[in-house]
């Protein structure tokens, strides 16, 4: 997997910003692509970041690289409990959720409307996405924009001043694991 993709798709969460972000990787091996992803694990888990597969096609394979606490305190939020309870989610454990959502991307083509609660999006703009189908946002950035325009529209700036910042250090020399701050 490379390191420039992983740079310019998640420096967000590599910081600290955002819970989780997706990125796509060409593979030749599913089990050598598993075995590089374990190997990513050892070394980021200690920074509190986690990655797991969660759908392979014929030749790419789309991983998610998160921050499970995070991801646990976002999850507690009421209205993305509501949203999870109705997208078929059990178990609203963190664990269970990224293995339940791994199980609907294996299942189906499309994405589940909810990843936006994986990677750290407002439970407002998520909702908002669901319930129209994707039309009608009042703005688009990192996501499609249901509620607070203002502040998504601070938020859309970090991250890309952030994955400006990441690239031009990673570029530098600077390693992923020397870039991912510990939390």
Not at 138 to 160: C, D, L, S, T
Request: charged share 30%; aromatic share 12%.
């Amino acid at each position: 997997m490379s390191d420039f993709v992983i740079v310019t798709s998640c420096a967000p969460t590599l910081a600290g910003m955002k819970t989780g972000s997706l990125f796509t990787a060409p593979y030749t091996s599913r089990k050598a692509m598993e075995a590089e992803i374990g190997q990513m694990n050892r070394i980021m888990e200690p920074k509190g970041i986690r990655m797991v597969s969660m759908r392979y096609n014929e030749k790419r394979v789309l991983i998610y690289m998160y921050r499970p606490e995070q991801l646990k305190r976002d999850l507690e939020d009421e209205e993305a409990r509501r949203i999870l309870r109705e997208s078929g989610y059990a178990d609203l454990r963190e664990g269970v959720c990224v293995r339940t959502l791994r199980g609907k991307f294996a299942a189906e083509d499309a994405f589940p409307h909810e990843i936006g609660l994986f990677l750290g999006y407002p439970s407002e703009d998520v909702r908002g996405y669901i319930e129209n189908g994707g039309n009608g946002s009042k703005y688009i950035g990192y996501w499609k924009v249901y509620g607070n325009v203002i502040k998504a529209k601070e938020i859309f700036a970090k991250y890309k001043k952030c994955t400006k910042t990441y690239y031009n250090q990673w570029t530098a020399g600077r390693s992923i694991s020397e870039l991912a701050v510990a939390m």
